[in-house]
């Protein structure tokens, strides 16, 4: 689609703005260096905050304009729950927290550049992170025509002199302090929680107790919950139907109280540098078990197989920022195939520091109890194993009586005596 020029609407850029350090200095520098004004557009994934006071320091850091748009509901049903089908773990521990809202605020930052006329989309991402790989892509696969401005990547400055950058400038902060001084990045949606900066820095160093919100331990009592899915999706808890935002926040609360749900680990950046982060997933970490467990009663061996080997790769598209790919869309029609009979309930326990499987059941099971059994309703032909054991180990049989000591230099069995 073409648009007619504007010299006004083409010195507009919409910003991604969070209201911490990195985009409210990013406002004000747009503004100073590149003669831009700046549509400030923030994304309710369930970050929390008080969106009234960042409207205000977006507007006091020079936004002509801020824009708040509600995207939990979204992100939930569309997003997290993409991720639930695919049991989506980066490098078999992460849940792709922050990269599963990248895509949802691209989306959210293209229509309001067109809403606005504007010609360029701005984020606060520094060169090192994978969040600017995220939000580039995206863009770009939705809007190949719009230009694509990281002002973090231009100014080189460290978070200390970003800061002294904003005080010069009059821009309000709002960076977290720990007790000891240290300034902690934070991302956090509804599908967990994201920390680094700071003595996280450092991989031999404990994090510190204060990094934490989701995950400190107030129950002290087991406790037992029953999740139940609908074709992948978990639609009730203890019998409650519940909406997949609701679903998400309610298990976050209830797993989190017991201190479960933490992750610190050394990953493997886009961009090809190690980092150390932080996470807090209680709620996505126990619907990714609850899950991968159902699917373990009701998925046939090869469809379970298969999907194991490519729900990594899902993981890492997502990741990689290829959220809008051909390979994750053609993937994306997979998972949902393998949902078809993903039904029924998992039963999760409790316990201060621990949150475990305890049972499942489905009306579509694939596990029979008198095939199982060992006991006297056992119905399974044993006379058929002896037959089908021989069969599936023919080709080994005939390898090692013929090739095998070949190949580590003896004779074979064919040629003794």
Known sequence: MSYAYDPQQARTAVLAYSGGLDTSVAVRWLIEEMS??????????????????????????????????????????????????????????????????RPLISKHLVAQARLHGARAVAHGCTGKGNDQVRFEVSVRALAPDLEMISPARV??????????????HGVPLDAKKSSGGDIYSIDQNLWGRAIECGVLEDPWER????????????????????????????????????????????VSRIVGSYGWGRLDMVENR??????????????????????????????????AHEKARLEPRWAELVYDGLWFSPLKEAL???????????????????????????????????????????????????????????????GVETWAARQARRGSGGESASDVG
Request: some cysteine; hydrophobic content about 40%; glycine content about 6%.
């Open 155 to 168: 100014w080189g400055m460290t978070r200390e002199q970003s800061i002294e950058y904003a005080k010069r």
């Open 332 to 394: 994306d029609s997979f998972m949902i195939s393998s949902q078809r009979y993903v039904s029924g309930d998992v039963k999760l326990v409790c316990e201060p520091g621990r949150c475990y499987v305890a049972g499942r059941r489905s009306p579509v099971a694939l596990y029979d109890w008198e095939l199982a059994t060992y006991d006297a309703a056992d119905s399974f032909r044993h006379s058929d194993a002896e037959g089908f054991v021989r069969l599936w180990g023919l």
């Open 207 to 250: 994090p510190p107790d204060d990094v934490y919100e989701l995950t400190v331990q107030a129950a002290t009592e087991p406790c037992e919950i029953v999740i139940s899915f609908e074709e992948g999706v978990p639609v009730a808890l203890d019998d409650r139907a519940l909406s997949p935002r609701e679903m998400i926040e309610e």
């Open 36 to 101: 831009l004004e700046v549509v400030a557009v923030a994304v309710d994934v369930g970050q929390g905050g008080d969106w009234d006071a960042l409207r205000a320091r977006a507007l006091a850091a020079g936004a002509t304009r801020c824009v708040v748009v509600d995207a939990r509901d979204e992100l939930a049903s569309e997003y997290a729950f993409a991720s639930l089908r695919a049991n989506a773990l980066y490098e078999q521990k992460y849940p792709l927290v922050s990269a599963l809202s």
């Open 270 to 303: 886009r961009v090809g540098i190690k980092s150390r982060e932080v996470y807090e997933c209680p709620g996505s970490l126990a619907l990714i078990m609850a899950h991968s467990d159902l699917e373990s009663l009701t998925l046939e061996r090869d469809l």
